[in-house]
């Protein structure tokens, strides 16, 4: 009998297991495939490989500006596809390892919950055994949605499942959603000279984050060969010989392949639910938000397939340590939900926390906005980065609510704004602390003085 049984081997899941050693917990980790889950084998990770190899090439690609002088670089799609398994499997080995010496048993096999207190494992080699628990975690994550006309073939239809295994760089892309994944994959492709055409239904790229960020997102965009086209749906794709047509208005676009990105689904349809009576809606389990426990007893749920929450690795990894916590301890660990840092791996980066100046009016209360853009910050000028801007926004005599980020480092820098969001600072008190000079977190200093009513520069 273990103390905990987790299905599921992602973020929400191997962060739990890992967690559980700080409270003495035996564990045993239920996944049919390698650990990692979607951040590890086919999201975060594998994207951000990409995404840092098209930077590289733009680098040199610029270099002369600099007064580097070298002939025109060439990206040996191959070579980068190599790197990008050799990451992941660094950081694959690397969790087994560390699973292994937590004393973690990784049980291979598909597990279903078939009643309190056990999950049945159906290993691929079709033998079934039983793990007894006293609490089980549900940690089994989503996977890519599609709309009607865009049946996922794999080869002209695809998902970034498959786009970040393509053997060769596709020539013309179409990207169906202009979410976070849409315009990570718009951007390096762009980068890297592919024809891409993004289409999002809603009148933004990114809808939800600050207009200004997409903005300047879609001006960088019109600099590359990529149309953003918002603000419009798309007709069923048509498959040609070795082309696909997508319709949208009365217009059409012919391109290679057709990358989907039009969110994410839980995967909870064969995991037992309804066994011990786990309420879902859509798929998604609803959870207390304080201690991640769903409608059965010792079941948790953490991750993607919890309901009304971001999916995204560090929200299952703090859902993980809530739900252990309690688990362990039976108190609460609630994941601050109002201070998730978010950050959009594009050029430029954009990194935000908290409330949007929209959803802050929204919420009803009295707010201020401050914002100083890059152009004028000397570290950027001599990077060459100076197509970004810092936006906070904080309540009328009160604290710092939500803040943006658009520039190199954006996704680092957020985590400043992190502190003054989820530590309620008022702009005058972070305001008083010196930014070194120079740097491209100075605009973040300007533009604190600003919201404190007192601008230098
Ligand atoms: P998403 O929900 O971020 O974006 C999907 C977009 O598709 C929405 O803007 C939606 O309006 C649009 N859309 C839906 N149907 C459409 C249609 N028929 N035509 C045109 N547009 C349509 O989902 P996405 O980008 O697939 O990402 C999935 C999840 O993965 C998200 O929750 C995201 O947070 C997470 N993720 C996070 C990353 C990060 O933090 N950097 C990177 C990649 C993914």
């Avoid at 392949?257 to 309420?279: E, F, K, N, Y």
Wanted: include cysteine; aromatic fraction near 6%.
């Amino acid at each position: 009998m273990y103390d905990i049984a987790i299905i599921g081997g992602g973020p929400g899941g191997y962060a739990s297991a890992l967690y559980a050693h700080n409270f003495g917990l035996s564990v045993a980790l239920i996944e049919k495939d390698r650990v990692g889950g979607t951040c590890l084998l086919r999201g975060c990770i594998p994207a951000k490989t990409w995404i840092e190899s098209s930077h590289v090439f733009a680098t040199v690609a610029g270099a002369a500006e600099f007064g580097v002088q070298s002939s025109a670089p060439e990206f040996v799609w191959p070579t980068a596809l190599e790197r990008k398994k050799k990451v992941v499997e660094l950081l694959v080995n690397g969790l087994s390892g560390t699973l292994k010496a937590r004393g973690v048993d990784v049980i291979e096999g598909h597990g279903r919950i078939t009643g309190v207190g056990t999950v049945s494992v159906e290993a691929s080699d079709g033998s079934v055994s039983d793990v007894e628990a006293r609490n089980i975690i549900i940690a089994t994550g989503s996977g890519p949605a599609t709309i009607p006309g865009y049946e996922i073939d794999g080869t002209n239809i695809v998902t970034s499942d498959e786009a970040l295994d393509w053997s060769t760089q596709p020539r013309r892309v179409a990207i169906i959603g202009g979410g976070v994944i849409g315009v990570e994959f718009a951007s390096f492709l762009g980068e890297l000279g592919s024809e891409v055409h993004i289409f999002e239904m809603l009148d933004q790229l990114v809808p939800g984050m600050e207009p200004e960020a997409a903005k300047i997102l879609a001006r960088s965009f019109r600099r590359r060969s990529i149309k953003a086209h918002t603000g419009v749906g798309v007709g069923p794709a048509r498959i040609g010989e070795d082309s696909v047509t997508v319709p949208f208005g009365d217009d059409s676009v012919e391109v290679d392949v057709v990358l989907v990105a039009v969110g994410r689904t839980p995967i909870t349809s064969d995991v037992g639910l309804a066994a011990v009576g786990v309420h879902s809606d859509r798929g998604f389990i609803s959870v207390d938000a304080a201690t991640m426990r769903t409608t059965a007893e010792g079941v948790y749920a953490v991750g993607d397939v919890v309901a009304g929450t971001p999916q995204l690795a560090h929200v299952g990894f703090a859902e993980a340590i809530a739900a252990v916590t309690h688990i362990a301890t039976g108190d609460s660990a609630a994941v601050d939900y109002n201070a998730i840092p978010m950050v959009v791996y594009t050029n430029p980066e954009i990194g935000w926390v908290g409330l949007t100046e929209a959803a802050a009016v929204e919420s009803g209360v009295s707010i201020e906005t401050a914002e100083h853009g890059m152009r004028g910050i000397g570290r950027a000028i001599i990077q060459g980065e100076v197509g970004g801007t810092v936006k906070i926004v904080s309540e009328t005599d009160g604290p710092i609510v939500g803040a943006t980020v658009v520039g190199p480092g954006a996704g680092e820098l957020i985590h400043e704004l992190m502190y003054a969001v989820g530590w309620e600072a008022l702009p005058a008190e972070a305001a008083s602390f010196i930014h070194a000079h120079p740097t491209i977190a100075e605009a973040i200093g300007e533009t604190l003085l600003a919201s404190a009513g007192k601008p230098l520069h």
